[in-house]
């Protein structure tokens, strides 16, 4: 890992965003997954949840999934035990969706720890999910069609999060846990070896000031044990 690469995961880390995450419910095209990914990334954040039962678009869309190395994406069969464990954790779940209580996305205080959860374009967010989250939001529409194709939804939604969260300062100083930011630093940093050290069971080697492996007489033996 060259001292550059070292600075640019350091500062993506430092301005990553562990209270803000996106659900995606049945969202299951490639191209869409994979552009709500990337714009995952873009704002900080690091997790986000994707709920697909089990069906023929499961395995394309994993392998959207796969190619995004820097957001972690869990996937579940159901709603509506995620929504209920981020509220049990004091996180406010907004649901992309045209209702009655609907209020427009800018009226929502970002800087509280969300997950914004988005449906499919043909069919919505499903009526289960609806019903668990906090909150209905909208993106106003000045045309004819009633909505944005759902990865420019969350790229809209996102970027009021993360101007709200910029003006705030929740990126000037790191917000992960200390623990989970040195292994995303190792993991990011040094990839094969730490595939070897989860294979092996071990523990990722000390880095130095510069991001290099401080002991290289235990990385030795790490790669000995592979061959």
């Known amino acids: 890992m060259t001292p550059e690469r070292y600075r640019r995961i350091c500062e993506t880390l430092d301005r990553r965003q562990p209270d803000l995450t996106v659900i995606m419910d049945g969202v299951h095209k490639p191209h869409n997954i994979a552009a709500i990914v990337r714009t995952c990334d873009a704002v900080g954040i690091l997790d986000v949840h994707a709920i697909l ?19 972690k994406v869990h996937k579940h069969e159901d709603s509506t035990p995620v929504i209920r464990e981020l509220q ?18 800018r009226e929502v205080d970002y800087s509280k720890p969300t997950a914004l959860l988005l449906g499919t374009e043909k069919f919505g967010v499903s009526d289960e999910a609806a019903a668990a989250v906090d909150q209905h939001v909208i993106i106003p529409m000045m045309g004819m ?3 944005f194709n ?6 809209i939604i ?54 290099q492996v401080k002991d290289s007489a235990a990385l030795t033996a790490l790669l000995q044990k592979s061959d």
């Open 145 to 147: 069609v009633e909505s």
């Open 53 to 71: 039962p089990k069906n023929r678009a499961r395995v394309a869309a994993g392998t959207a999934m796969g190619s995004q190395r820097w957001v």
């Open 150 to 155: 759902v990865s420019v939804a969350a790229a």
């Open 88 to 105: 049990g954790q004091g996180v406010q779940v907004l649901a992309a969706h045209l209702s009655d209580t609907a209020i427009p996305y």
């Open 158 to 211: 996102l970027s009021e999060a993360c101007e709200q969260r910029r003006a705030k300062g929740f990126y000037e100083q790191p917000q992960l846990d200390p623990a989970r930011y040195q292994e995303l630093l190792f993991r990011w940093g040094h990839e094969k070896i730490a595939r070897l050290c989860d294979a092996h069971g071990v523990p990722y080697p000390e880095l130095d000031e510069e991001g």
